[in-house]
């Protein structure tokens, strides 16, 4: 009885090494591929069209996924949806949801079911891959809001009245953006700015923040509770001023054209050009700040 046990027992493992093995032979071809092919995945490949027109604001949440946000030629504001998913497991509505209140459209872009998909695939990231590509009308809000929990997220070339993103974690990158007021407010994670025209707002309580700028409008104030604060402002050929104070930490300021290279300073204050100009005001509670 024990022998025909034991010869039961080894079967078994073995053939749960060839399932393991067969499944991450699997999920390696598709990673090779630059797919997700992991055993058991389908492709996503949607359209969703928001059927609410009337909106003069627009507020975003991001629950998970790579979310793009840019202008196209759109009567409404249309989302492309494309990806891997287990079988079955997600429909257009677990993906996106909109609301319109007043004149405020609301839309929720992620998966609703991702605490549902880390219960039943934990292992090999075998849970849904989404990318989402929202494709805005050209004519301007008066105001876009983006809420991203986690995930990624790409604004391009976008013009509002006010935009803002609130971000618990994941990665932001902005280009190219012009409107009156930028506000980023970002718990954690990564920030990444690039040539943004408007008066400029950034809070980081922690993780690392890089913007850079071409030129100067307007003021630009960047706060940082902990982490690294980079703010490339060298390339601009207009005056402007510079304020920078560290309470513990350090703050480096290389701007050689303005005559300043100064290392590991609490506090400073200078200006390039002739004439006053918009300020750029950095402060930082602990950690690191570049202005170069």
């Known amino acids: 009885m024990d022998r025909v046990l034991k010869k039961i027992s080894i079967i078994a493992a073995v053939v749960l090494m060839i399932g393991l093995s067969g499944n991450a032979a699997l999920f390696m071809f598709g990673q090779r591929n630059g797919t997700y092919m992991a055993a058991g995945q389908t492709r996503i490949s949607d359209t969703y069209m928001v059927k609410s027109s009337a909106a003069k604001n627009l507020e975003i949440a991001i629950s998970s996924g790579d979310v793009r946000v840019l202008r196209s030629d759109v009567a409404y504001p249309t989302i492309r949806i494309s990806g891997w998913s287990p079988a079955g497991n997600l429909q257009t509505e677990d993906l996106v949801q909109e609301e319109m209140r007043g004149d405020i459209l609301y839309l929720k872009i992620g998966n609703q079911k991702k605490w549902l998909d880390s219960l039943l695939f934990p292992f090999w990231g075998k849970g849904p891959k989404i990318s989402f590509e929202l494709l805005l009308p050209p ?154």
Request: charged residues 15%.
């Open 139 to 292: 004519q301007e809000y008066d105001a876009l809001t983006l809420h991203l929990s986690s995930g990624s997220l790409v604004i391009d070339s976008l013009g509002t009245g006010l935009l803002k993103v609130t971000m618990s974690s994941g990665r932001l990158e902005m280009g190219n953006c012009k409107a009156d007021e930028i506000s980023v407010i970002a718990s954690s994670g990564h920030v990444e700015l690039k040539n943004t025209t408007g008066k400029l707002t950034v809070e980081s309580s922690s993780g690392h923040v890089e913007v850079s700028l071409n030129e100067l409008v307007n003021d630009a104030v960047f706060q940082s509770e902990s982490g690294y604060l980079a703010i490339h402002v060298g390339a601009v050929s207009t005056p402007f001023r510079v304020e920078a104070m560290a309470l513990s930490g350090k703050v480096d300021v290389d701007l050689p054209k303005a005559g300043y290279q100064v290392h590991g300073t609490n506090s400073f204050q200078g200006h390039s050009g002739q004439g006053d100009g918009p300020l750029v005001k950095v402060a930082v509670s602990s950690g690191h700040a570049r202005i170069w």
